[in-house]
């Protein structure tokens, strides 16, 4: 079984906790916490209101609407039991998208009704975008951790599976060859297979990590469904049961 997922991924908040703080303690906490969520999900908004609308202006505007309605407390009264956070989001930017279409001139409805379900999708080519981002960021961190990892223990994981990613037809024997002043002079064909192989343990493992910590305490039931709406189950089935310990 691979080592435990490194210290990075660990220290991280996770999206429920994130929101919680970003609307409760001191002002200071709640900014920091804001400002974690914009960075972490903002690409995914982003394409999402720049799909649904297809115009970037509308998509700015839309973008700084939903940065004051989550500065001003949008989301206070959000709870984990209503449903995931990437539906939460989703739900969110749906109602913000609608509420701009029709021009209304009263209040917007409240962003976090009971989002349990999908709602109905109009906006296809949001959706699909708000997903390819959501799912780039769970690799990008994914990547970090195994970054991570390397730094902190010396192996060279990051190093080869970034290789064989970006040279997917590399054998082993020519990433040894080429990569031979980072690997050491033992590093051979064999040596690089067992590494990768290690390698992609670590990165699976990281992804679900990674994934869990958009839920709020999953069971394995629930992350499983979500990595399968991500279209990553089949890719880290095995880490999914190194994850719920069997």
């Known amino acids: 079984m691979p080592e435990k997922i490194p210290d990075c ?30 960075e972490r999900y903002g690409p995914a908004i982003r394409r999402y209101l720049a799909a649904a609308v297809r115009d970037p202006h509308d998509a700015d505007d839309l973008f700084g609407e939903f940065t004051l309605r989550l500065v001003g407390g949008a989301f206070r009264e959000a709870r984990p039991e209503r449903g995931r956070f990437r539906r939460l989001l989703k ?70 599976l970034r290789y064989r990613t970006d040279h997917p037809d590399a054998r082993a024997a020519e990433m040894a060859e080429r990569l031979a002043d980072r690997l050491g002079p033992d590093a051979d064909a064999d040596w690089v297979r067992r590494r990768l192989f290690d390698a992609r343990q670590h990165f699976t493992d990281a992804l679900v990590a990674e994934t869990a910590r958009t839920l709020h305490a999953p069971t394995r039931q629930e992350l499983a469904e979500e990595l399968a709406e991500m279209e990553l189950l089949d890719y880290c089935r095995e880490a999914l049961a190194r994850w719920s310990g069997g």
Do not use: C, I
């Not at 991280?12 to 916490?33: D, I, K, M, P, V």
């Open 9 to 38: 991924l660990d220290q991280l908040s996770t999206s429920w906790s994130a929101l919680f703080e970003a609307h409760g303690g001191s002002a200071e906490a709640a900014r920091a916490a804001q400002q974690r969520l914009l």
């Open 91 to 160: 739900v969110a930017l749906y109602r913000m998208v609608v509420d701009y279409q029709r021009r209304r001139g009263h209040r917007p409805r409240p962003l976090t009704a009971e989002p349990s379900v999908d709602p109905p999708e109009p906006f296809a080519a949001g959706d699909r975008a708000f997903q390819a981002e959501w799912r780039a960021r769970l690799f990008e961190a994914a990547w970090a951790a195994l970054r991570a990892e390397e730094e902190r223990t010396g192996r060279p994981l990051y190093t080869l």
